[in-house]
Antibody, heavy 117, light 111 residues
Framework: EVQLVESGGGLVQPGGSLRLSCAASGFTFSSYWMSWVRQAPGKGLEWVANIKQDGSEKYYVDSVKGRFTISRDNAKNSLYLQMNSLRAEDTAVYYC??????????WGQGTLVTVSS | QSALTQPASVSGSPGQSITISCTGT?????????VSWYQQHPGKAPKLMIYEGSKRPSGVSNRFSGSKSGNTASLTISGLQAEDEADYYCCSYAGSSTYVVFGGGTKLTVL
């Protein structure tokens, strides 16, 4: 059974940093692109970042470029999102998802990030 | 404002059929057969219901079907059941730079 479990969310002040983690199991993690998708409170879904199987390619939505970094450790079956210079508008539930050609076929339960003073 | 346009809400009675539209452009929905649909119950993670326009993942009821015409994709749910009440989001691949665009979501109410 495919499982994705996020952790690392919490309350952070504007300008602060946070690192999210996603532990994957039930599939060959190193064979799949992975993504982070977020959902602001009461709002819709927004793709945040993608990373290729071997980490050699990474893509970001414009609003987080230069502030967020996606990475992975295939030996640990783990995906990460380093978030720096956080803003109030980054407040959201962040989901880890397995992805192929723009289809997110498995999702974690999400972790809430709140940016507030 | 979302890149793909969905109705904010739709409703139907148990046993009826409903259709949710998802309108994009020639740069996303119209260019790729890579539209997916997600169901999200309150407080839960999204669940993939349809991919590549009309394919159903294993375990998804055949009451759910997808189609596309031009720049508009559609999700049809037949034989509505109470458990279908949820938010539904469409998503389309939009090329290597934009990657994907989502719709704003449609709240389905089963009367």
């Amino acid at each position: 059974e495919v499982q994705l479990v996020e952790s690392g969310g919490g309350l952070v002040q504007p300008g602060g940093s946070l690192r999210l983690s996603c532990a994957a199991s039930g599939f060959t993690f190193s064979s799949y692109w992975m993504s982070w998708v977020r959902q602001a409170p009461g709002k819709g879904l927004e793709w945040v970042a993608n990373i290729k199987q071997d980490g050699s390619e990474k893509y970001y939505v414009d609003s987080v470029k230069g502030r967020f970094t996606i990475s992975r450790d295939n030996a640990k079956n783990s995906l990460y999102l380093q978030m720096n210079s956080l803003r109030a508008e980054d407040t959201a539930v962040y989901y880890c998802a397995r992805v192929f050609w723009g289809t997110f076929d498995y999702w974690g339960q999400g972790t809430l990030v709140t940016v507030s003073s | 404002q979302s890149a793909l346009t969905q109705p904010a809400s739709v409703s139907g009675s148990p046993g009826q059929s409903i259709t949710i539209s998802c309108t994009g452009t020639s740069s996303d929905v119209g260019s790729y057969n890579l539209v997916s649909w997600y169901q999200q119950h309150p407080g839960k993670a999204p669940k993939l219901m349809i991919y590549e326009g009309s394919k159903r993942p294993s375990g998804v009821s055949n009451r759910f079907s997808g189609s596309k015409s031009g720049n508009t994709a559609s999700l049809t749910i037949s034989g509505l059941q109470a458990e279908d009440e949820a938010d539904y989001y469409c998503c389309s691949y939009a090329g290597s730079s934009t990657y994907v665009v989502f719709g704003g979501g449609t709240k389905l109410t089963v009367l």
